[in-house]
């Protein structure tokens, strides 16, 4: 492995980082190339321990060289290419304040039936749409233990940039699986068969108190909606019981990656 030094924004070399603000042809949208992109040094680390099978480096001088050591120690022998910071800003197509990128190809993902065989503790997500939302649901996972994520109707796609950002690269290594329109609400009653408590969050009557629970359950799978409509009739319908957060008088609800938080933290098997 060895530093390359790039002068020329126009250098094919680099186009799998290019133009990462149009949307038409950004390399990390899955009807694209599908790539999955790591933004700045704590992610791009994630992404090298991870495994998604990583295809170059791209950064200014100081990034690339601290990086360096953790691809030699990963035993990874891929192209690092160190750039002029006006490089950098003309191939993305913005300021990179991180000044370093890593892209690597997307990995399988494992079956809805592996998670639920693997894991005791599953964060549920159905139509989460927001990419901040969604990398910061994926942090909180990451942090309270979740063995795995479940990735229902309308969420979007949890490798997309921002996601992968915001989640600070936790995103890369929480497994996750996504269940089609089709199997849902079907999923939520296999996971009730397979002996998970499907908890559905929503602040609306007849929920009971997150402290009424024995955050020693053997099984919990936590469920959580989109922001605003929150949980569809469909999946309250088919969970085990609604769980509420007790909020004051006039507040009706948390953003969707706080309350998963608060709710992920009670049954957390984390010292």
Same mark, same amino acid.
Request: hydrophobic content about 45%.
């Given at each position: 492995m060895a530093s390359i030094s790039v002068t020329d924004p126009a250098d094919s070399r680099l186009?799998?980082?290019?133009?990462l603000t149009n949307a038409d042809r950004r390399p990390d949208r899955p009807g694209g190339r599908g790539l999955v992109i790591a933004e700045g040094v704590p992610v791009v680390e994630r992404? &090298?321990?991870?495994?998604?099978? @990583?295809?170059?480096?791209?950064g200014v001088a100081a990034k690339t060289a601290h990086l360096e050591p953790v691809l030699r120690a990963a035993a990874l022998d891929v192209p690092v290419y160190t750039v002029p910071v006006d490089v950098m800003d003309s191939?993305?197509?913005?300021?990179?304040?991180?000044?370093?990128?890593?892209?690597?190809?997307?990995?399988? *993902?494992?079956?809805?039936?592996?998670? *639920?065989? %693997?894991?005791?503790?599953l964060l549920v997500l159905e139509g989460v749409g927001d990419h901040e939302n969604l990398g910061s649901l994926f942090r909180n996972a990451a942090a309270f233990g979740v063995d795995a994520v479940v990735?229902?109707?309308?969420?979007?796609?949890p490798l997309y940039r921002r996601a992968v950002r915001v989640s600070m690269g936790n995103v890369l290594r929480v497994p996750f699986c996504t269940v089609d329109a089709g199997d849902w609400p079907d999923a939520l009653f296999e996971l009730r068969a397979g002996g998970f408590e499907v908890l559905a969050t929503t602040p609306a009557p007849p929920a009971v108190r997150l402290s009424a629970l024995d955050p020693? *359950?053997?099984? @919990?799978?936590? *469920? @959580?909606?989109?922001?605003?409509?929150?949980?569809?009739? @469909?999946?309250?319908?088919?969970?085990?019981?609604?769980?509420? &957060?007790? %909020?004051?008088?006039?507040?009706?609800?948390?953003?969707?990656a706080t309350a998963a938080a608060v709710v992920l933290a009670h049954f957390a098997k984390v010292d």
């Open positions: 186009d799998d980082y290019r133009d992404l &090298i321990a991870s495994p998604y099978p @990583v295809r170059s480096v791209m191939v993305v197509g913005f300021h990179l304040n991180r000044g370093v990128l890593a892209c690597a190809d997307r990995a399988a *993902m494992p079956s809805f039936a592996d998670l *639920m065989s %693997m894991s005791t503790r990735l229902g109707p309308r969420c979007s796609d020693a *359950m053997p099984k @919990v799978a936590v *469920m @959580v909606g989109s922001e605003g409509p929150g949980l569809t009739p @469909v999946a309250l319908g088919a969970a085990s019981r609604a769980v509420r &957060i007790p %909020m004051a008088d006039g507040v009706d609800s948390l953003n969707v």
